[in-house]
Every structure is written in C-alpha cells, then in structure tokens.
C-alpha cells in the first residue's frame, strides 16, 4: 500500500503548533526554564513534548531563547542543537540558573510554568 502524503490540513495545524511554541518560548523570563511537557501542556497538547523540541530544533537560527527549555528532569537534553555542547550550559549559567550534582537545573526553584501564566 502506497503511504499518503500529509494533507495541507495536518501541515497547517503543525505550523499553527510550532507557532504556539514560539510564542511562548518568547515569554520565558530571563534566569527561568520550562520544559518541553510544560510548552506542550499549554499549547492544548500535553502529549506533544517531543514536537515541542522538532519545533525549537528548528528555530536555532532565530532570536528565541531555546536555552530556557529543558526536559521534566531539569536535564539539558537540547545541549546539541546549540553548535558546542557547553553553550547551552553556558548560557543558563549567565543568568544566573543553578545545577544540582547530576548537572541538571534545580526546576523548584528556576521553573516558570507557562499554564499558570496564559491562565492569570
């Protein structure tokens, strides 16, 4: 059986997600992370984090701070999609972001919840 190609439909509706990523990756607060599941939760799709990362892959090249989004661990799970595998690291250090022993961001104290804040 012949696959189908996607309908303009399912295209539309990826692009207005990816849209809906940008959109809020953009409001992440300076010295704050979220994480993929939480982006995916508040874009009407929970079960959607790993779109949420085809999406900020494919916004490396823009002004958006992807750095800001790690996995539910707190885990720099991105770290490779930044050109050095430190940068990222780098960059959340910066602002002032801390890491536990296993290098990963302290989420109860740096999380920014992007539900919470689209509701109130």
Known sequence: MEAKPPSKKLSRDRIDFFDKVYKLVAKIPYGKVTTY???AEACGIKSSARTVGWALNSAKESNLPCHRVVNRMGALSG???FG???LMYELL????IEFDEKERVILEKYFWNPVKKKKG
């Open 37 to 39: 599941g939480a982006i």
């Open 79 to 81: 770290k490779m999609h």
């Open 84 to 86: 050095s595998t430190n």
């Open 93 to 96: 250090i910066a602002e002032g």
